[in-house]
């Protein structure tokens, strides 16, 4: 499992969105984001379909996956 406690751009609560990561102040899971992103979906697409969400929580969250990918091959 990602610790996504470092990324300043998500957040966690045990009785919000089912307890998933999703992007601060709002109620979309980060999945979300990859999911559409897996399906074809744009940045731009996706900050449209969900407006709460901005420009620099999606980069912060791809940000930190590559960090995370990154971290691991170098273990």
């Known amino acids: 499992m990602k610790d996504w406690n470092s990324c300043r751009a998500v957040e966690r609560h045990p009785g919000k969105v089912g307890g998933a990561w999703f992007f601060r102040g709002t109620r979309v899971p980060v999945a979300a984001h990859?999911?559409?992103?897996?399906?074809?979906?744009?940045?731009?697409?996706?900050?449209?379909?969900?407006?709460?969400?901005?420009?620099?929580?999606?980069?912060?969250?791809?940000?930190?996956e590559v960090k995370v990918l990154t971290d691991s091959v170098h273990s």
């Open 34 to 64: 990859f999911e559409n992103l897996r399906d074809g979906a744009a940045m731009e697409q996706f900050l449209a379909w969900f407006p709460g969400v901005e420009r620099w929580m999606v980069e912060a969250a791809l940000d930190h």
